[in-house]
């Protein structure tokens, strides 16, 4: 290792396209990496990638990612020093931080109690209020029986949302808009928390109906100082999912962003955070009211390292060493834009419903300032046990409708063959004026684009093209690998 | 595969790849998927004849019934609720009638288009029912 490596092995408690992150920014680092899997997940780039692997138990994320004694077991079991746990999963978990301390190991994120007094929506909240933050109207008490519940929604108002108090990511999280249906969702938001985060516990707040939201990436390093890496905007959402995230936001003047940045800041020095985190706000008719905090690596990190220059992954793991990251003088000054689109694979064409299966071919279309995210490659599963995001496209221009322009090109070059994917929403999303002239809010994509989309059909001329392609084509004996390539006849005569 | 065809003087690029029954064809930016001439199956939309039945969408688990076999429904009514890729999905009933056939139970795996229930269709209702 050039200039001396941290030479120790890290655990990788997590799948798919974050692990492959984490892996790389590890080897960059000079350390060994074991990737501790579910029994499933072993046809994936993470496996293939990792230096040694460890399955840690069934398909269900319950028997696996989120069994923290095997998580444990098998990093202890692979050697590993330190635990780094991506996003989701246990990402969040204080309890499985502990753990990690206990049995000698490192976890790579914020302490226990800092996970506790941020992560947790209701400890924040109360947090927050000591620091005079501006808080969304709710209830985020103790009493979790439905009757209790239903009482304080009607007490705050109509609409309501009802979030799981341990998550993220949309899971758990409903929108109650008449008292008919109330109890039903509650119940609904309770049994999804429980399957994705282990806890039944929710909280209700009053609905933001035309917010933007805009987050803040903050950083506490070694030494104990607290930074924001600036913001990004993560208003396309589809029922309450990121789909579409970008750094800078475009929707803040100085003085806002200023204002939200020392805010942030703030709650992350009170807490005496440590490592990468991020503070979501709404924005609304220019008042910003603080959503949550994400005490982890977010899914869109990518455009704050793209505009910034920064490397949050490899900054991560270094002050969970005690090592330092950005120097003191190093001035954290944003440029261009950068804007995220999240691939997942489902069918656009049945309204978004997850589309699983073998992938066929995986293509990128390489080239400058073009940046790929993904776990899977062909031959790989895609499987209805995890989320359905298969990677991320991340692209960089010097101005945001630059951006935008190269995203879509990037978009359409793209292939992905075997399972459906979610790229024509996206590349529907992106080309309207609405997006363009950043008027979206998070209500945008399901108030305007959630009808599925029409299944397109091809014009005379594609299907003469398609009718040669498909007498062209040569199909490989053998799709695992070194494929032999079978005679133009007999793939003619199978299809016939 | 990668392809570069001439057809009728015009350089196209297009990707395409046969896979799972399914011609995968990729042609100015957009994906098209074709059922293999054998396999007419595919594509189908996972829907009953005149929404009598509920198919499942998705493949997944189901994780709460809310009616009985013998129950009435109201068009609009949940019938049941499957879990896949860790998000919730209702699933409505399209008609008014009664439900005559549970083809599943909670915690059943089900593949996609799966038959999961059926209906016996209430016929002035139907006739009156508007689009919503």
């Keep these: 290792m050039i200039g001396g490596g941290l030479t120790m092995t890290i655990a990788i408690a997590n799948r798919g396209e974050v692990a492959v992150r984490i892996i790389r920014a590890c080897q960059e680092l000079g350390c060994k990496t074991v990737l501790l899997h579910s029994d499933v997940d072993v046809k994936t780039r993470a496996y293939r990638m990792a230096d040694k692997t ?137 049994r999804e928390a429980q399957a994705a985060f282990g806890s039944p516990k929710v909280f209700l707040e009053k609905l933001l109906d035309r917010a933007k939201h805009i987050e803040f990436q903050i950083f506490g ?49 009170a807490a005496n955070y440590k490592g990468a985190g991020t503070v979501e706000f709404l924005l609304q008719d220019d008042l910003f009211y603080l959503l949550e905090v994400n005490t982890r690596l977010q899914v869109e990190h990518p455009v704050t390292e793209e505009v910034m220059g920064v490397d949050l992954v490899k900054a991560q793991i270094l002050t969970a060493m005690d090592q330092p990251v950005f120097g003191p003088d190093q001035m954290l000054v944003p440029r261009g834009h950068a804007i995220e689109c999240r691939i997942y ?27 790929f995210e993904y776990g899977f490659e062909e031959g790989d599963e895609v499987t209805a046990y995890y989320d359905s995001m298969i990677a991320k496209v991340i692209v960089w221009d010097e101005t945001r409708i630059r951006a935008i322009q190269k995203l879509d090109r990037v978009l359409a070059d793209s292939i992905v063959f075997g399972v459906q994917t979610n790229i024509p929403f996206l590349r529907k999303i992106i080309a309207d004026p609405d997006y363009i002239a950043n008027r979206v809010t998070t209500r945008w994509v399901d108030d305007k684009h959630s009808q599925p989309l029409a299944i397109p059909q091809m014009n005379e001329r594609q299907k003469k093209v398609f009718e040669l392609a498909k007498k062209r084509y040569v199909q490989p004996v053998n799709a695992e690998g070194n494929a032999k390539e079978a005679s133009v006849f007999s793939n003619y005569w199978r299809t016939l | 595969m990668r392809l570069r065809l001439e057809v009728e003087g015009q350089i196209e690029n297009v990707v395409i790849q046969t896979t799972g029954g399914v011609h995968w064809f990729s042609i100015d930016g957009e994906v098209f998927t074709l059922p293999e001439e054998s396999s007419r199956s595919q594509g189908k939309k996972g829907k009953g004849l005149g929404g009598s039945t509920i198919e499942a969408p998705m493949p997944g688990k189901v994780t709460k019934l809310l009616k009985a076999v013998g129950d009435s429904v109201i068009a609009g009514d949940i019938v049941l609720v499957m879990e896949a890729m860790k998000m919730e999905y209702s699933l409505k009933a399209e008609v008014t009638g009664t439900l005559r056939i549970l083809d599943c139970k909670v915690g059943d795996q089900v593949v996609l288009g799966k038959r999961l229930c059926q209906f016996e269709v209430q016929p002035e209702a139907t006739a009156s029912e508007a689009p919503t």
């Design chain 1, 54 to 190: 460890v399955c840690i138990g069934g398909s269900s994320s319950a028997e696996s990612y989120l069994n923290i004694p095997a998580v444990i077991d098998g990093a202890i079991a692979g050697g590993a020093k330190a635990i780094h746990p991506g996003f989701g999963f246990l990402s969040e978990n204080a309890d499985f931080a502990e753990a990690c301390l206990r049995a000698g190991l490192h976890f790579i994120g914020p302490s226990a109690k800092a996970i506790r007094q941020l992560g947790d929506k209701v400890n924040c909240k109360q947090l927050a209020q000591t620091l005079g933050l501006p808080l969304i109207p709710g209830y985020q008490g103790e009493k979790q029986d439905v009757p209790s519940l239903l009482k304080e929604v009607e007490r705050i108002g109509l609409p309501v949302m009802v979030k799981a108090a341990a998550g993220g990511g949309g899971r758990g999280m409903k929108m109650i808009r008449s008292m008919a249906d109330a109890g039903e969702l509650l119940e609904s938001a309770q």
């Design chain 1, 221 to 269: 390093d070694a030494s104990g100082r607290v930074v924001h890496i600036f913001d990004r905007e993560c208003s396309v959402q589809r029922r309450h999912q990121k789909i579409i995230e970008e750094a800078l936001s475009t929707s803040l003047t100085l003085d806002l962003r200023r204002k939200m940045g020392e805010a942030a800041c703030a709650l992350a020095q």
């Design chain 1, 345 to 371: 694979a489902e069918n656009p064409y049945l309204g978004g419903v997850p589309s699983t299966g073998k992938l066929g071919m995986v293509e990128w279309p390489e080239g400058a300032r073009r940046r």
